[in-house]
């Protein structure tokens, strides 16, 4: 066999795997209409930032119903966060885990519809080490299958 049918076919298998790994599907983060959620969003803004806290990272995100949504963030040991999830008035049950880089669980929190809290899940953390954090909020629906979820993390200021 000469060198040439081994290269087509080499050549023919390569093409093969570059279009099964680019229809792959990536799951990416889009933004969501935050207008139910605005006057909840700045009335806890108001309250932390006038507590000394900053804001780090917020964000509205499409999300699908019992489906986590991961967010990747860095802290630095010792510092306060706080950490504040808003799901869909309309959803019957709210959580959020939260791991450590070693995939330990050091979060779990859980709301279920009618609870006081509602619609919100709110807590703060101390870092053990200066790494990333996964945080998973998830809200499961039952008449919907595309709901609006709302994150905000923020740093207590040390003056």
């Known amino acids: ?15 093969c795997l570059c279009l099964k790994l680019s229809a792959q599907e ?10 139910p959620f605005k006057s909840e969003i700045d009335s806890l803004k108001n309250v932390f930032t006038s507590n000394g806290y900053i804001v780090l990272r ?5 999300m699908q119903s019992e489906y986590e949504m991961p967010i990747v963030v860095p802290m630095n040991q010792g510092s306060l966060y706080q950490f504040v999830f808003i799901g869909e008035p ?63 993390l923020m740093k207590k200021v040390v003056k």
């Open 58 to 62: 917020e964000a509205s995100m499409t």
């Open 90 to 152: 309309t959803s019957r049950l709210y959580e959020v885990r939260m791991f450590d880089w070693n995939e330990k669980q050091v979060v779990f929190k859980q709301n279920r519809w009618g609870d006081v809290d509602g619609n919100i899940i709110s807590y703060a953390y101390i870092p053990q080490f200066s790494e990333y954090h996964m945080i998973k909020p998830v809200q499961v629906n039952k008449t919907k299958k595309k709901l609006c979820g709302y994150v905000l």
């Open 1 to 15: 066999m000469s060198v040439y049918p081994k290269k087509i076919v080499f050549a023919l298998l390569a093409i």
């Open 26 to 35: 990536v799951i990416r983060q889009e933004s969501c209409d935050i207008t």
